[in-house]
C-alpha cells in the first residue's frame, strides 16, 4: 500500500517488527457498494494491497450515497465538495484507488494486467458482465493459475433468474430473516444496518483467507462464489435449525429470544436496559439482584423450560420490579451481581462508551481533503501486530502509480488521462 502516515508501517504495523499475516498479497478489488468492499477492507487491515478499481468520475456508488458527509477542511471546500459520503468512508480505508474506464481498450488491458498479476481478484458485476470484458474466473485464471477470484451476488450463480438483482432488503425479506425481525404482534421489520451484506463480506473474506493457504502451499487457485441470500440463511442458525427440527415457522418475538427467559429489553423508571439470564444459575443471580428471591423460590420458574412455558407471568413480574428505579441503578446492581446486563445505547452513544471503557473501538487517520476523520476498528485485535489504518482514498488517488508499477510507460500513462479513460486526484 502507499501514502501511509509517518507514524505507520503497512507491512509492519506501527512500532511492530512482525510483518502483517497478508503483507505481500495483492488484491484486486473490481467490487462496489458494501459486501465486497467490506470484505476487501478487512483483508486490507490485516495487511493485503487492495487496489480499488473505479469508473472516472463517479467511482463507487457509494460516493454519492449521501449525506452525511465528511466535510472538506477550508482548504479544499469547494475543491471537492460537498466532502467524502460517511457511507463510503465507512468501508474502503487502507486502500489504493485505480480509476480507470473499462470500455477504454487500454483501460481495460491495464485492469487484465493488474488482474493478471494479483493473488486475489474480487468482483460483484451482473453475471456475464465480466467475463465479456475479459476479467471472468476462466480468462484471468488462464493467465494466473493461481489466483483467488471470489464473485459476490445477491442470489448465487445458480439462481433463476440469473440477472436478479440482490439489494440488502430484498434478501432480509426472501432469507427469512426479516420474518424473526420485529414485535411479535406487528410486522416483520429489515435489520437497522445492511445486515446481509456485512455478512456476506465476512463469508467472502473467510472463503479468500482458505483459499489463499492453500494456493501459497499447492499453487492451485480457487473460484469462490459468495451470495447475500447463502450468507443470510447461514446466519440464521438456530432458527434454521428450530424450523427444519419442527417443520414450522419460529415465532416473532421481537425483542425476546424464542428459547431463553428472560432474555430481552426491560424498561427501567428512565430507560431500557437488556437482560441475558441464560441458564438457571443466571436467573437466581439476576432474583437475588433484583431482590425477588420469591421468583428464584417459584417452581414456575425453577428451570428455563418452565420459564419459557410461563414467560408473560414472569416478565410482568421482572417488569413491575424493575421500573421502581432507574437504570443506572440497576446497572450497577447486575454487573455487580454477574448478571448479563446493558443500556440500549444509540450508535454515538455506544461508540463513545466503548471507546471511553478501553474496547479500542475509534481510530483517527487523517484524509486528504477531509482532514482528521474518526474511523470505527475491525471487529479482531492482534496483539502482536496492530492493524495499521491509512484514510480512505479519493477517487482516482493513486491511479499513475498503479499504473505505473503494471509496467505502463509515462507518455502511455498521460494519453490515458487526456482521453478521459483515466482519472488522476492530486493530493495536495
Given at each position: ?55 472516472p ?26 466532502g ?24 481495460l488491458?491495464a ?16 453475471p456475464?458482465?465480466i ?22 451476488s445477491?442470489?448465487?450463480p445458480?439462481?433463476?433468474p ?32 445492511a445486515?446481509?451484506d ?19 502451499t ?7 462464489s ?7 440463511l ?38 431500557e ?14 432474583c ?5 428471591p420469591?421468583?428464584g ?19 410482568a ?20 451481581a ?10 454515538l452513544?455506544?461508540?463513545?462508551t ?10 483517527t487517520?487523517e484524509?486528504?481533503?477531509a ?25 482516482g ?32
Open positions: 500500500m502507499s501514502e501511509t502516515s509517518p507514524q505507520t508501517d503497512p507491512v509492519h504495523g506501527p512500532g511492530q517488527d512482525a510483518p502483517l499475516p497478508l503483507a505481500g498479497v495483492r488484491i484486486a478489488d473490481l467490487s462496489r457498494v458494501l459486501a465486497g468492499p467490506y470484505a476487501t477492507m478487512l483483508l486490507a487491515d490485516m495487511g493485503a494491497e487492495v487496489v480499488k478499481v473505479e469508473q468520475g463517479r467511482g463507487d456508488d457509494t460516493r454519492s450515497w449521501g449525506p452525511p458527509y465528511a466535510e472538506p477542511t477550508e482548504e479544499h471546500r469547494g475543491e471537492h465538495s460537498p467524502e459520503a460517511a457511507y463510503f468512508l465507512s468501508v474502503n480505508r487502507n486502500k489504493r484507488s485505480l480509476a480507470v474506464d473499462l470500455k477504454d481498450p487500454e483501460g488491458a485492469v487484465q494486467d493488474l488482474c493478471a498479476t494479483s493473488d486475489v481478484v474480487i468482483q460483484n458485476f451482473r456475464g458482465v467475463d465479456r470484458l475479459g476479467l471472468g474466473y476462466a480468462q484471468v485464471s488462464a493467465r494466473n493459475p493461481a489466483v483467488v477470484y471470489c464473485s459476490v445477491g442470489f448465487g445458480e439462481h433463476e440469473a440477472t436478479r438483482p440482490g439489494f440488502d432488503i430484498v434478501v432480509q425479506a426472501e432469507s427469512g430473516l426479516m420474518a424473526t425481525t420485529g414485535p411479535a404482534d406487528g410486522p416483520a421489520s429489515k435489520v437497522g444496518v445486515l446481509t456485512v455478512l456476506t463480506g465476512l463469508n467472502a473474506a473467510v472463503g479468500i483467507l482458505g483459499a489463499l493457504m492453500r494456493a501459497r499447492t499453487g492451485r487457485g480457487e473460484n469462490i459468495v451470495s447475500l441470500v447463502n450468507s443470510t447461514s446466519s440464521l442458525v438456530n432458527l434454521a435449525q428450530q424450523a427444519l427440527v419442527t417443520g414450522t415457522e419460529p415465532a416473532r418475538v421481537g425483542n425476546a429470544h424464542t428459547t431463553i427467559v428472560p432474555y430481552q429489553v426491560f424498561p427501567t423508571k428512565d430507560a436496559v437488556v437482560i441475558a439470564a441464560g441458564n438457571d444459575a443466571l436467573y437466581q443471580r439476576l437475588a439482584a433484583i431482590d425477588r420469591d421468583l423460590r417459584d417452581p414456575r420458574y425453577a428451570t428455563n423450560p418452565e420459564r419459557v412455558a410461563h414467560r408473560d407471568e414472569l416478565v413480574e421482572l417488569s413491575a420490579t424493575l421500573r421502581e428505579r432507574p437504570a443506572e441503578h440497576w446497572m450497577g446492581v447486575l454487573v455487580g454477574g448478571v448479563p446486563a446493558g443500556r440500549v445505547r444509540g450508535v452513544d455506544a461508540l463513545r466503548a471507546d471511553a471503557n478501553g474496547d479500542d473501538v475509534l481510530r487517520v484524509h486528504p481533503t482532514g482528521p476523520l474518526e474511523q470505527v476498528r475491525a471487529g479482531f485485535r492482534m496483539e502482536h501486530t496492530p492493524v495499521p489504518m491509512t484514510a480512505p482514498p479519493l477517487l488517488q493513486h491511479s499513475e502509480r498503479v499504473l505505473a508499477e503494471l509496467g505502463l510507460t509515462p507518455d502511455r500513462i498521460a494519453a490515458l488521462l487526456a482521453s478521459g479513460a483515466v482519472q488522476q486526484t492530486d493530493v495536495g
